[in-house]
């Protein structure tokens, strides 16, 4: 909540657009605030926004807030932006092999255009399948593990493949490549726009006029901003949103190798010896 709010105020004071995304805006929407078992927050912004926030490292000099990217963290190996507090640690699995900063976050998702004609669901997401399969090389540093006896040999290839990834912090070069397929079509030129860092893909392709208009709607103690044309958004994602899972369904979806509200990641590794 309190990365959030601190995004916010940078935003406010650069007139900069955004909107909740994800589970979070569910949970604005729902919960007039977090969903109760929801473990992260998701913001949204338009291509534009965005590339002007990434810029604003600088309103945050003085705290520990870091604007996390693939230019301002070489190793980090996502083509969206998180906005980390570094005087905590929250290491994920998939990254425990990542020398990057693991603080805890937020997410923040550029929308970008994806088609110029209004066309069906499997064809728009040609784009996006690109920009997700060099997401994927960027997990192959999490294959490095201890070897075995009884899996000696796949363990030896799989740490193989995982120091080259690692060694030659090949998703770095991979994130230019889908940075450049991902800013082709702006939403102004595009029938189509969405977060081609999301997962399904199908789900997230949505009329371009949606990233036009945003409203205030409370969360928690607090007013953020979200799309005005959200139940058209939230409907299309998950269907009968307000309508909330099964119980054995309301878990987070994030797991750690490490984790402290109170001690910085760079501490916490060594100390923990990760």
């Known amino acids: 909540m309190e990365i959030l709010k601190q995004f916010i105020r940078v935003?406010?004071?650069?007139?900069?657009?955004?909107?909740?995304?994800?589970?979070?805006?569910?949970?604005?929407?729902?919960?007039?605030?977090?969903?109760?078992?929801?473990?992260?927050?998701?913001?949204?912004?338009?291509r534009k926004d965005y590339d002007e926030y990434i810029k604003l490292q600088y309103e945050y000099e003085g705290t520990p807030y870091f604007i996390q990217t693939w230019q301002s963290d070489p190793h980090y190996c996502y083509n969206f932006a998180?906005?980390?507090?570094?005087?905590?640690?929250?290491?994920?699995?998939?990254?425990?092999?990542?020398?990057?900063?693991h603080g805890v976050w937020i997410d923040i998702f550029p929308i970008d255009g994806i088609s110029k004609k209004d066309k069906p669901v499997k064809k728009a997401t040609r784009r996006p399948k690109r920009v997700w399969a060099c997401f994927f090389m960027s997990f192959f540093p999490a294959l490095l593990r201890k070897v075995h006896k009884r899996t000696f040999f796949?363990?030896?290839?799989?740490?193989?493949?995982?120091?080259?990834?690692y060694v030659f912090n090949i998703a770095h070069y991979q994130n230019r490549h889908a940075d450049k397929i991902m800013r082709k079509l702006t939403i102004?030129?595009?029938?189509?726009?969405?977060?081609?860092?999301?997962?399904?893909?199908?789900?997230?392709?949505?009329?371009?006029?949606?990233?036009?208009?945003?409203?205030?709607?409370?969360?928690?103690?607090?007013?953020?901003?979200?799309?005005?044309?959200?139940?058209?958004?939230?409907?299309?994602?998950?269907?009968?949103?307000?309508?909330?899972?099964?119980?054995?369904?309301?878990?987070?979806?994030?797991?750690?190798?490490?984790?402290?509200?109170?001690?910085?990641?760079?501490?916490?590794?060594?100390?923990?010896?990760?």
């Open 11 to 46: 935003c406010d004071k650069h007139h900069l657009r955004y909107s909740l995304e994800g589970g979070t805006a569910i949970g604005a929407i729902r919960h007039k605030g977090f969903i109760p078992w929801d473990d992260d927050v998701d913001i949204m912004m338009p």
């Open 82 to 101: 998180k906005l980390r507090d570094s005087s905590t640690t929250y290491i994920e699995n998939f990254f425990v092999n990542h020398r990057i900063n």
């Open 154 to 165: 796949k363990d030896i290839a799989l740490n193989i493949v995982g120091a080259l990834f």
């Open 188 to 274: 102004d030129n595009a029938a189509l726009s969405g977060n081609m860092s999301a997962f399904p893909l199908a789900n997230q392709i949505m009329p371009s006029h949606i990233f036009n208009e945003y409203i205030k709607v409370p969360f928690e103690d607090i007013e953020v901003s979200i799309i005005k044309e959200y139940d058209l958004y939230l409907t299309r994602c998950y269907g009968d949103y307000m309508n909330p899972p099964e119980v054995k369904q309301r878990v987070g979806h994030h797991n750690h190798k490490g984790v402290s509200l109170t001690q910085g990641y760079e501490e916490y590794m060594k100390e923990h010896r990760i």
